[in-house]
Structures are given as structure tokens and as C-alpha cells.
């Protein structure tokens, strides 16, 4: 079943083309061999992680580039299921110092070659695994394992019923609401996550988008075709503790703007390329970056936690960027995802804020698309984000045309070097947050928008509270079924911003006193209570509703009351509004 790649020159064009030297020549070339297999845990159940070891001898100039050595594994389940898993080169680590004195792993433990595999069902399970190398040199062995019952794990797609919103696999809802929590500090480490994630966790929160970048938890950083296992044993923390507290992960791969230092596409440091540009163009760049992908989903793609591949950070701010080529790279890199990744995970990429491509997002190998929004002082696109919610819900319509799941993947307050710190601790309480959060929910995004003030409001509760009440409030709703159209519905008086959910069973409403932003907020201008507020909902004669009104401070149901549709309408009885306040309107 192993196939052959063909002659060694394919390994030597692309050695020398990266600038990487081999170990020893194709003539004195070693014989391929498979040792030491062992699977861990020995008796596993559903939902465990099971872990094939094995030890490889060969060469090759490097272990993380499949033209030079490559292992795979076809992994055969009860009742015929059946896919390809690749595999990927580790070693253990352990925390220590770096010389600054910060926290900071070290590899300890021995090289060796793993397979992971995430059992769906219980029965006997066998893996036929297939190394090969540039020579066409072959190994294989088979081993195998019986999983025991527990508990599946379900994977999140877009929903079948409703392409605006996501599903797990197994029918039920999955409504995002979450963080950018993309990097650690250097004095702090990966340790900052463990209270990052418990304190997203239990206000409700359930995504956090991550960075795969140079200064934290980039993997593929130094010299071309050298893998940094400290950093990938870093990605492997995050997200078992992810998995620990039902967080679901955005991995984004990269974020570089330039070619510089210890880029390993640059020439200057053995790569292939000259610049940026160049990145996007050339071959040998390509293989690399199919390397680096195939990697991440040998390492981390059998986990459910990962919700999303986004293949770059913004990657229209890299300079110069030409759309066209930089797309065709997007589009390829996409499809080559979906092709290696037997779990399907979905595909994403990001653009600067307030861009926005259709050619982007209108290819079909993009799960999901993403908009980015910051107020910035002397920025003119940004300035009317002083309202927040004007700024979060504009983008909305155009993008639920693409038919698929949308996300405000960034959002927050900025200085004029672009460094959310300073502005974000002039909104103490988190009023931009709040109000963006629920508007665009209520705009038709597929789940509330990730702030980008993680670091900044740290411990402080106002970050993390904000997920506690849209949790609440989203919990019983079946986002994927209900078949949500977004509309403004009418209010009875002036500076009421009334957005709303249309759905098969139910509506769903936000009423906004819009003067209650945080601009006026926190330049104290003064906010009046409107008085006397109704909402008006179009219905038929006759209809019977149950309305819930919802507390969006604190996520509780203060009020239920039960009424009926007159003269086309249903009216429902707000009273003063100095903030906002969310409905639950239901048919009986």
C-alpha cells in the first residue's frame, strides 16, 4: 500500500534550492527502517486520543519535509470507516528558562515519529503505517487496537440546514463566543493560558483565536526545513487544555509583513525568496508552506477543539500585495487543506480591518468568512466606530451573501500606532464590548465578534464578563434550524435601535438606547432614558406569543408574559430604556 516517490533528484533540487544540506549522499544512503512501535494508551476508549510511537532509521537532510521522508497511516475502523492520517516528528518537553529568565520549554526527551488518531466509535481498530523516502526507499508495519465505549467527540461544520451558522456533526448548534487570546507574553509564557481559558470558560466563553507567529507559538522558525518542537509542544498544551475546558480554536498560521532575520523564506537566512512578493510566487515557497501545513494537521487536525485552519493574519497588509496572486495562493493552500485533512476541519483566512474581497470569500474552499473593525483616532474609515455597533453590523448583509458562516474576527479601540492598550483602558467597563457583542449576533453574524483586548484588560472582569450574558441568552436557541433573516424592527420613539432575528419559531430582539455608547460614555456626555419605548413586530391576526425579556447585563430571563397579534402586529411594552434590553418573542 506504501507508494514510491521518484529519484533521489526531487531531494536534491529541493535541498539545494532551500540552502539545506543532506546528512549523507543518495549513494550512501541508508536503509529505511521501522521500529518501537507502541500504542498509547494501550486500552483506550471513544473520545481518547490514541497515540502511535515509532522510531525511524533512515536519511534525510530533515525529518519535517515529506519529499525527504515521509510517514502516513490508513486507519481502518468497524463498520468500514476508513482514512489517511499523516505523521509527524517530536520530542518531549518540559518547562524551563530561557536567558532572559522567562518561562520557556526545552526539548528532553527522545526524537521520534508519532501518529494520533481520535477513535469515533468503539471496536477493533488497524493502522497500516507506510514511511517512505526521496530514494523510493519503503517501510510499513501494521499494529492494532480495540477502543472501549465513551464518550464521541463531535466535530463542528457549517450547519447542512443553514449555512449562516454551524453545527456539530452530531445536529446540534454551535454558537461562537469568544476571544483573540493570540499570544503569550515572553515574561508570562504558555502558563498565561491556563487562567486565560479558565476565565473565558466560565463566563460561557467557547472560542479563542490563536496566532502560530514568530514570537510565541511559530513552529517553523530559524533555518529552512528546522521545526522549533518547543513551540509545536506549546500548541500541543493550549489546545489539550483547550479540549479541558470546551474552548474551540482558530489557528492562525502566520503574520509576517516581511522577509528579514530568521524568516526561513528568506534568502538572506537560506530560503528562496527575496521578498514578500516573491513568497507568493515561488515554488519551492509553496512546498515549504505545504510542509508547514501538513504538519498542523498530523500534529493537532484529530482534535474537535480545532474549529478552523486560517491560513494568514490579515494577509492584505503584507506589502506588496498584488490580490490576484496572493489569492491564487489562498485558493491553493485551501484545497490542499481539505485534501490532507481527513476530519474536514474548516478553512479560513483574515483581512486589515474594514476590508473586505467577494473574490475571497466567494471560493468555495473558504468555510468562513471574517471581517476585522478597530476605532482609530486619526484613521477616517474608523472614526464612525465610536459607535460600535455601527461599525461591527455595516459588513454584515454583504458578507451573509457568500452563503456561509460570518465573524467579526477582530474588533476593538486603538491609539494612533495602532496598540489597542491605551484606548481600550479608556473603556474600563467595556461598553464598546458589550454593544458590539450583541449587535452583531443579532446583525445575522454566526456568533459574537473576538476582541482584541486579552492582554489588556487581563484579569479585569470586564472582558470576560461580557461572554457571560449572549451565553445565557444563546444556550436553547437552535441556531442552525431556526433559519434566522436579520431585519430593524419599528420602535415607537427616536434613538431606539431595534435589530432583530426572524426565525421559524421564534424572533429575536435587541433594543439599544443609541446614545449609549462608549465614546459618551466615557466622555461623559450625558445619555437621557427614552421614555415609554414599544416595539412593533409584524405578525398575523390572532397569533399567540410568549415574550421573554432578557436582562443583557446579567443573561437572566426577568420577565415572561404571554400576548397576542393585533392590527398586524405585535406590541411589545418596553418602558424607559437608558441602556438596552434583548427579547425572546416564541409562538405558541
Known sequence: MCGRLPAAVLTLFVLLASGCTVSEGASAAKELRMNLVRVDPPNPRVGELVTVHL?????????????????????????????????????????????????????????EWQIRIMPETEGHYQVALCARDATGQAAEKTVTFTVGSGERRPFIRVSQSDPHYFE????????????????YSGAGGIAEYDRWFTKLAANGGNLARVFLCEWAFGYEWGKPGEYRLDRAWEVDHIVRLAEEKGIY????????????????????????????????????????????????????????????????????NVRPYDREVVGAWQEGMSRYLHRIDAHRHLVTSSLQSFSVEPELWRMPEMSLSQF??????????????????????????????????????????????????????ADPGGVHLHNAIWSAVMAGCAGAPLGFGWQVYKDDAAIWQQHRPIASFARDVQWNKEQFVPFQAWSSSDGIRVLALQGNTQTLLW???????????????????????????????GTSYTVERWDTQTGEMTNSEETEARHQFVSIWVGDLATDVAFKVKRR
Open 168 to 183: 456539530f456533526d452530531d445536529g446540534r448548534p454551535y454558537f461562537p463566543n469568544g476571544e483573540n487570546v493570540t499570544w
Open 249 to 316: 480554536l482558530i489557528l492562525s498560521g502566520e503574520y509576517f509583513l516581511r522577509l528579514e532575520g530568521n524568516n526561513p523564506y528568506w534568502r538572506g537566512n537560506g530560503g528562496p525568496c527575496e521578498s514578500v512578493e516573491d513568497f507568493f510566487r515561488n515554488e519551492q515557497a509553496e512546498r515549504m508552506w505545504r510542509n508547514r501545513l501538513r504538519y498542523a494537521v498530523a500534529r493537532w487536525g484529530y482534535s474537535p477543539n480545532i474549529i478552523a485552519w486560517e491560513l494568514w493574519n490579515e494577509i492584505d
Open 55 to 111: 522510531g525511524l532509521a533512515g536519511s534525510w537532510g530533515t525529518p519535517f519535509w515529506q519529499e525527504e521522508i515521509a510517514l502516513d497511516a490508513e486507519v481502518s475502523g468497524p463498520a468500514g470507516m476508513q482514512w489517511s492520517v499523516p505523521g509527524f516528528y517530536t520530542a518531549d518537553c518540559e518547562m524551563g528558562r530561557n536567558n532572559d529568565g522567562n518561562p520557556s520549554p526545552r526539548v528532553t526527551g527522545t526524537p
Open 372 to 425: 476585522h473593525v478597530y476605532y482609530h483616532p486619526s484613521w477616517t474609515p474608523s472614526q464612525f466606530a465610536t459607535d460600535m455597533v455601527k461599525a461591527v453590523t455595516y459588513p454584515v448583509p454583504l458578507l451573509r451573501r457568500y452563503e456561509k458562516p460570518c465573524l467579526v474576527g477582530e474588533y476593538g479601540l486603538v491609539n494612533e500606532e495602532w496598540y489597542e492598550g491605551e484606548m481600550a483602558r
Open 511 to 541: 433594543a439599544q438606547n443609541q446614545a449609549r455608547t462608549w465614546w459618551n460614555v466615557n466622555h461623559a456626555i450625558p445619555i437621557p432614558s427614552i421614555r415609554d419605548v414599544t416595539i412593533y413586530l409584524p405578525a398575523l391576526n
